[in-house]
Structure formats: C-alpha cells, structure tokens
Nanobody
Framework: QVQLVESGGGLVQAGGSLRLSCAASGRTFSSYTMGWFRQAPGKEREFVAAISWSTVYADSVKGRFTVSRDNAKNTVYLQMNSLKPEDAAVYYC????????????????WGQGTQVTVSS
C-alpha cells in the first residue's frame, strides 16, 4: 500500500514557475514508477510526466516541466516553468509498479491532488 500527498500548488502568473511535491509512504518507493497527471474542469485526466529510471514527458510540457525524485526522501517533484493558462488544472501524482505508462488507468495509487491556477 502506498499513500501519496501532493503539495506546492497555488496561483501564479503566466510565465511563472511552481514546484509540486509528492510525498509517499512505504519502504519500497524506489520500486515504483511515479507519474504526474492533471485534470482541468470538464476534461479527461491527462498525462504530464513520469519517472522511473528515466523520464517521459507529454509533448505539451516538454522543455518546460521537469520531473525528479529523491528516493531517500520518498518524494517526487514536478518543476513547472514558463507556465501557461492552459496548464491550469488539478495536478495528481500516482504510483505504479513495473514500467512507465501514460494511461492513468494503469496507476494503482493516487494522491488527493493540488490545484494549479495560472493567471493571464
């Protein structure tokens, strides 16, 4: 069982930056692929980035967002730069065993989400 708690969301102006954190419980954190997803009102949950031994990004955030992890702290991060109004959403971290997936249905554990609002 893995419990995930996100933090770091907030209101930022377009062009600004935020860093999201996701703290995980459990002693096998390093075994999990960690993903970041987001969901805007009226839209499907969409893949943002994932990290296992490598990183993968959605095309819409490539070059602006960076996912990283600190296995000693059981924490995964999402550094978001050059934010755009279309990045506004509730951001979720998620965990799954084995390999990477960009399908939210493949992830077993989810945090409660953190709101990111980007003003134009």
């Amino acid at each position: 069982q893995v419990q995930l708690v996100e933090s770091g969301g907030g209101l930022v102006q377009a062009g600004g930056s935020l860093r999201l954190s996701c703290a995980a419980s459990g002693r096998t954190f390093s075994s999990y692929t960690m993903g970041w997803f987001r969901q805007a009102p009226g839209k499907e949950r969409e893949f943002v980035a994932a990290i296992s031994w490598s990183t993968v990004y959605a095309d819409s955030v490539k070059g602006r967002f960076t996912v990283s992890r600190d296995n000693a702290k059981n924490t995964v991060y999402l550094q978001m730069n050059s934010l755009k109004p279309e990045d506004a959403a509730v951001y979720y971290c998620a965990a799954k065993l084995r390999g990477y997936s960009d399908n939210y249905k493949a992830y077993d554990y989810w945090g409660q989400g953190t709101q990111v609002t980007v003003s134009s």
